[in-house]
């Protein structure tokens, strides 16, 4: 396995910190559909995707969903580990919406590693901005919507103005035009990507379900 | 300045980490109103709170704003040095919500200290992950807002049980009693107190806000 990317700071852990890693990695296969975390009673550990579609969501007490986040090949999933931080008072369950092969590692193996090692901690510190923001985004969505049809907006009309259903732009570009920052467009993207709503690649946006972009974008 | 009452890990740093955040704390005394810090283009430092209220938020394109967080005496505010998290990618605005003197941390220096420091950095996380906890919180309280109404309706039939509208109860009990645990009971209370409908002390809670209570109870 390449642990290098899933951990950047791997060549700085110390001999002895990556042997307790590695000698504790466990394989798991597990079907779509099945529910791999749940909750903060739930010591899982670590999760590391190999291949397949994890989804975390949070549940209500009348049953209902919603999506926080979703994690693809080669992310890495922290609140499964969540017993190792005594401040995480929420309950995410996670749940395989594909066929997923993954790595776990222990829960308490991860805490001993990150208590000695200032990177490994560090590392930890930027995945969980990372999840952080895909929070406050959520939040925003929540609240007020906006965004996600003022995008679904324009590359419709740049599909009209090019007569062309891939459109050849930056996201640099397109959130010049929506006075946005290129991150928060990124992320736009790779949710509608994620809803096969575009196909996105190196400097183009494909358009691929216009009826669903047209609903989105409203009248 | 009492500084381990916003580092427990104090004592872990070593001397010449101690005196680089030393020597680089300055002090700040702001008017109630004032915006302290906006957003992640402004690299303000880590903010810590002697006495005062600030109010975490963000803010819509069209201006609607939402309260993410508070914080109180002692608290410690690290996204107003989000700058030094490569990861953070969101807006936060904060404002001085009572007239606040604050001490302020650099951010390029609590980032040198964190990276060669693991127990700063892990308790850089622990503090990240009570801020995830409450926005957390707060997607539920969007999403669903029902225990809030469940509390204030325990705590009306409580009052109105024992004939007095302060109530010797603990958190634990309550929370026995909705099916829910403490932790969520303490933070629920904790905003009741924050918006003026009870009053906490050690082992009862003081309605101070029927009213309010009741409208929030809903019929």
């Given at each position: 396995m390449d642990i290098q990317s899933y951990f950047?700071?791997?060549?700085?852990?110390?001999s002895a910190q990556q042997h307790l890693i590695l000698d504790s990695l466990m394989e798991r296969s597990v079907q779509k559909g099945t529910l791999i975390h749940n909750g903060?009673?739930?010591?899982?550990g670590l999760l590391l995707v190999q291949s397949g579609q994890l989804r975390a969501y949070i549940l209500s007490e009348e049953g209902r969903e919603i999506t926080v986040y979703r994690l693809f090949d080669r992310d890495l999933c922290l609140f499964s580990a969540?017993?190792?931080?005594?401040?995480?008072q929420f309950d995410l369950a996670i749940e395989a919406e594909k066929d997923t092969t993954l790595w776990v590692i222990p829960a308490e193996i991860y805490r001993r590693v990150m208590e000695e090692s200032a990177p490994a901690a560090n590392y930890t510190n930027e995945v969980m901005a990372a999840r952080f923001s895909e929070v406050m985004w959520l939040i925003e969505q929540i609240m007020w919507k906006s965004l996600d049809r003022r995008v679904a907006a324009f590359l419709l009309e740049e599909g009209e103005i090019e007569g062309a259903s891939v459109l050849k732009i930056t996201h640099e570009t397109i959130a010049n035009h929506l006075g946005t920052h290129r991150e928060v467009i990124t992320r736009m993207l790779r949710y509608f990507q994620n809803e096969g709503m575009v196909k996105l690649s190196r400097g183009a946006v494909e358009l691929r379900d216009k009826k669903r972009l047209e609903e989105l974008r409203g009248t």
């Open positions: 950047p700071i791997w060549n700085q852990l110390t903060s009673g739930d010591c899982t969540s017993c190792m931080l005594r401040s995480v």
